[in-house]
């Protein structure tokens, strides 16, 4: 399973694009890169999901670099709802999942 | 509704008292599995399942047991619950058709506080 390495937390105000950037130097031919949102007691939402270039879906866009050893989550034009906990994973197939810590977003009026 | 349903959402117990989470979902998927979050630790994968009668250990599945006799199902058991197993614990589910397993969907969330 690739590692993963993204800032603990970070600070936007509303309105503003946020970005994200996760670390993965490790990653294997076969792995996806895949983003989960998650509010206090709840569990975590599917957010986007790729393999190269750029994703883009409703809710954020998703960036990776053709080496494929970063990735940076795109949220345009935040909100306070938008203010959780961002999860970069890696991997794929039927295997162990690791989520990590993540990256805690706080959203400034 | 296509949603992973976990129940009880909030159990108090004792010590060595066993106890079962129940774990379903109504969308067919054949992975299952099971998290525990603990402040300062994120989500931490305790057993997951691949298919029916299919379990392999996550990260943390010391004083866990769990099965998987059907498709929908996947109950978390504690065979002798102590309190450093007090937390939340989510179970999941996704599709594994060949393709990432990892658009996973979350049940509410249990509350386990042992005692």
């Known amino acids: 399973l690739a590692k993963t390495t993204q800032p603990i937390s970070m600070d936007s105000y509303e309105g503003q694009e946020v970005n994200i950037t996760c670390s993965h130097n490790?990653?294997?031919?076969?792995?996806?890169i895949t983003w989960y949102q998650q509010f206090p007691s709840q569990g975590p939402r599917f957010i986007i999901q790729?393999?190269?270039t750029k994703v883009t879906n409703e809710v954020a866009s998703l960036f990776i670099p053709a080496d494929r050893k970063s990735s940076t989550l795109s949220l345009p034009r935040v909100s306070l709802s938008d203010t959780a906990v961002y999860y970069c994973?890696?991997?794929?197939?039927?295997?162990?999942?690791?989520f990590g810590i993540g990256t805690k977003l706080q959203v400034i009026p | 509704e296509a949603q992973v349903t976990q129940n009880p959402r909030y159990l108090i117990t004792v010590t060595g008292k066993k106890l079962t989470v129940t774990c379903s979902q109504n969308?067919?998927?054949?992975?299952m599995s099971w998290y525990r979050q603990d402040p300062g630790l994120g989500l931490r994968q305790i057993y997951y399942?691949?298919?029916?009668?299919?379990?392999d250990k996550g990260d943390v599945p010391e004083g866990y047991k769990v099965s998987r006799k059907e498709k929908r199902n996947f109950p978390l058991i504690l065979e002798s619950p102590s309190p450093n197993q007090t937390s939340l614990y989510f179970c999941?589910?996704?599709?594994?058709?060949?393709?990432?397993?990892?658009?996973?969907?979350f049940g509410p969330g249990t509350r386990l506080t042992v005692t």
């Open positions: 999941a589910s996704s599709l594994s058709y060949g393709g990432p397993t990892y658009e996973q969907y």
């Open positions: 490790n990653i294997a031919t076969n792995d996806y």
């Open positions: 790729g393999y190269k």
């Open positions: 994973l890696v991997g794929g197939g039927y295997q162990k999942v690791t």
């Open positions: 969308m067919n998927h054949e992975y």
């Open positions: 399942s691949m298919n029916v009668e299919v379990t």
